[in-house]
């Protein structure tokens, strides 16, 4: 009986359902292609979006290692000028003592430093390696007046190699900052 009244439904109407079958699976695929082309543009904006924000982070870090590479070669500077009083007579270790635990060089985040250039500067590794290697140098000029005085030496021997050390490693922390300053420019 089921069978028969389908026989008996006209040739036009099944027409028709094809046709709205055919329309709702045509519907269905332009949907779906509109949501796959939504979501692609969605996740392109999205790594857009990420790419300048990490962009504009690692522009950012780089500045603010600028100025702590600033701070920390002034307060090399400073550590210099009053050891070298102390290298001419004209202070004691003891003072030159004081003097550097009241220096600003112990506001330089030297872990903060260490830590950019280890993240957002990995072209910096280099020139930051040279400044670390004079300061050994100079931390080694040190210790030798420090053993000097210690045995009543005079430190004017050690004016000059400290003197020298200094200025190259002022060449080295500029070095580094015009390093900086293309990193970020090109970031």
Avoid at 53 to 79: D, Q, T
Avoid at 148 to 153: E, P
Avoid at 159 to 164: C, D, F, H, R, T
Wanted: aromatic fraction near 10%; charge should be neutral; glycine fraction near 6%.
């Amino acid at each position: 009986m089921g069978l028969e009244m389908l026989k008996d439904v006209p040739f036009a109407a099944w027409i028709g359902l094809a046709g709205v079958v055919f329309g709702s699976l045509l519907t269905t695929f332009g949907v779906s292609l509109t949501n796959r082309a939504n979501l692609k543009r969605l996740e392109q904006q999205l790594a857009h979006e990420e790419k300048l924000v990490s962009r504009r982070e690692r522009k950012e870090r780089l500045e603010e290692l600028y100025i702590l590479i600033c701070h920390w070669s002034n307060a090399f500077f400073g550590n210099y000028l009053s050891l070298s009083l102390v290298m001419k007579g004209q202070i004691d270790y003891n003072k030159y003592l004081d003097e550097i635990r009241e220096s600003p060089a112990k506001q330089v985040d030297y872990n903060r430093i260490s830590m950019i250039i280890d993240i957002y500067g990995g072209e910096l590794q280099e020139a930051y390696a040279a400044i670390l290697k004079i300061r050994d140098e100079i931390n080694d000029i040190e210790f030798a007046h420090k053993k000097a005085y210690l045995s009543g030496q005079p430190g004017n021997l050690y004016l000059e190699p400290a003197g020298k050390a200094q200025i190259k490693l002022g060449k080295a922390c500029d070095d580094l900052k015009n390093l900086i300053s293309v990193a970020a420019r090109e970031t």
